[in-house]
């Protein structure tokens, strides 16, 4: 079984994609989409017709609209109805033969969820089932339906993962911000698995066991890779800071490439490794940074190799202009060196 390799490009690094990354790459998801009453909002794609560049560097590329990302709301309430559910899957129908993609991708963060400010509701998780199907219904046999998913076990309890399998390609687990804006507990926000002394318990792995024993078959699960880190800040000089509590909550940013050129070694971060996590952090006596490097993301490859998964997806492509993540995942996954 051939192994994905699914970058999110947000519109405005479209034209960031080089024939080198047209190569890398399997799927391109396009960020984003919204939800504009019962229909595809489009007007964030300004740079659409990129596609036919890219495409052109690598017919084979398949290129996905993602509709949806935190914050972005209507989903809840557009999804009640039989007749508003049909009209959105007709105009996400219209915009993949107008722009010649290969379907849809929608990131509902999150179904029965309203963390993000969103419209929500408790019949939102039958009701995701049957958005999901109109997509299917509407786009037919042959054209791609994937979601974004919560890595956390809240999304499998507010969803019906075993039916959603069914009617999707795959499966994307967003196995990142597992340590978030929510959490002042600084740690790993998307390792590989558990160290002991994490009280949040959260992982690549827990989250693929949990899907998978929700319904949801290893040939169909993506798991996620950050290109841009966390940051907790006011932390106490323990155990390099890691599992201790920090004085903000998890805040994004940076992305890996000013990581290397800023932080790694420089101004007072040294680099630690979790051997337990299989993952990378940065401390300089008050603050931690939690982020993927080209080690941790070989091994999230060899474990997706290992499991049988179907691949790996990763936010976001303008992270990481020095090309040193996708080029790890890609020597990893296709090479195995």
Known sequence: ??????????????????????????????????????????????????????????PGLKFVLSVGGWGAGGFSTMAREAETRMSFAESCLRAVEMYGLDGIDIDWEYPCNGSAGID????????????????????????????????????????????????????QIMTYDIRSGFHDEAGHHTGLFTSSGDRLNGSVKSSV??????GVPRHKLVIGAAFYARHWEGLPDVNHGLFQK???IGMGGPGYTKLVNEYIGKNGFVRYWDDEAKAPYLFNGSCLISYDDPESIRLKCRYLKEEDLLGIMYWDH?????????GAMWDEIRNGR
Do not use: W
């Not at 009701?127 to 994937?146: E, P």
């Not at 066991?209 to 929700?214: E, G, L, R």
């Open 1 to 58: 079984m051939e192994k994905l390799i699914l970058g999110y490009v947000t519109d405005g690094s479209l034209s960031l994609v080089t024939q080198e990354d047209a190569e890398r790459l399997t799927h391109i998801n396009l960020a984003f989409g919204h939800v504009n009453g019962k229909v595809l909002d489009m007007s964030g794609m300004k740079h659409i017709d990129e596609v036919k560049r890219i495409r052109s560097m690598n």
């Open 120 to 171: 929500h509701d408790p019949s939102d998780r039958e009701n995701y089932t049957h958005l999901l199907q109109a997509l299917r219904d509407a786009l037919g046999k042959d054209r791609i339906v994937s979601i974004a998913a919560g890595a956390g076990h809240y999304f499998v309890e507010d969803t019906q993962m075993d039916r959603v399998a069914d009617i999707c390609s795959y499966v």
């Open 209 to 214: 066991d949990d899907f998978m024993a929700a």
């Open 246 to 248: 920090a004085k903000t």
């Open 318 to 326: 303008g992270s990481d202009p020095s090309r040193a993540l996708l």
